[in-house]
């Protein structure tokens, strides 16, 4: 079945860049996608990125998709304090007709020390 | 400013009573979700609609109902049913096709 998973924490240095990985299964999927939530709010969409594309950049942001291995990550430069939250990696899939479902992962505790 | 409100932040209630949780949008999407999130784990579709009168089951709908009488409006109701209701929950919206969904800020449920 569908499956999505992400390393549950990662600590970096403010500064740094970070990388957080994510292996997906679906390989019918049509966008893969990187949300940020802050402690106690709603999911934030970073970024997402078509299934024929294997790189999109969005000023800190680059998203690499490797489709072969169902492999994405999220770089971000220069990580700042502020960026400390909980990243969702999700996939979608069409479930029972037009709408677009979205599988997520368990979610990668980013932590930023300064 | 558009975007998507959920009311109450924090709801609690005791147990065998239903509650429900608001979900409004002003955005203009015709499809509207709402998900489940526990502690750490990723989020779980409970329903969704695409549609104004349409709606449709998700992963674990089961002890959940929704109404979709209006497209700005997608109220979901926590009945008694519920065997483990305390969690977040999260609503989103998206256009019909759904490939950029948008969510709401939470409602955090405790029972009691």
């Known amino acids: 079945g569908e499956d999505v998973e992400q390393s549950l924490f990662l600590s970096v240095r403010e500064g740094d860049s970070s990388v957080i990985n994510c292996t997906y299964t679906?390989?019918?999927?049509?966008?893969l996608y990187w949300y940020k939530q802050e402690p106690g709010a709603g999911l934030q969409l970073l970024t997402y990125?078509?299934?024929?594309?294997d790189m999109k950049q969005d000023q800190r942001l680059t998203v690499l998709l490797n489709k072969k291995d169902k492999h994405l990550s999220l770089r971000i430069a220069d990580t700042q304090t502020g960026d400390s939250a909980i990243y969702f990696c999700?996939?979608?899939?069409?479930?029972?007709?037009?709408?677009?479902?979205?599988?997520f992962g368990t979610g990668t505790l980013l932590a930023v020390q300064p | 400013d558009g975007g998507i409100t959920q009311s109450p932040k924090y709801l609690f209630r005791k147990e065998g009573q239903n509650v429900t949780l608001s979900c409004e949008q002003n955005l203009n999407h015709d499809a509207m979700y709402w998900y489940r999130q526990d502690p750490g784990q990723g989020l779980r579709l409970i329903y969704y609609?695409?549609?104004?009168?349409?709606?449709q089951k998700g992963d674990i709908a089961e002890g959940y109902s929704v109404s979709r009488e209006k497209k700005e409006s997608f109220p979901l109701t926590v009945t008694s049913a519920q065997k483990n209701p305390t969690a977040f929950y999260l609503c989103?919206?998206?256009?019909?096709?759904?490939?950029?969904?948008?969510f709401g800020p939470g409602t955090r449920l405790t029972v009691l």
């Open positions: 999700a996939e979608s899939s069409y479930y029972g007709g037009a709408t677009n479902k979205l599988i």
């Open positions: 609609s695409q549609i104004v009168n349409d709606f």
């Open positions: 990125i078509f299934s024929n594309m």
């Open positions: 679906d390989s019918s999927s049509t966008y």
């Open positions: 989103a919206s998206s256009s019909f096709s759904g490939n950029e969904q948008f």
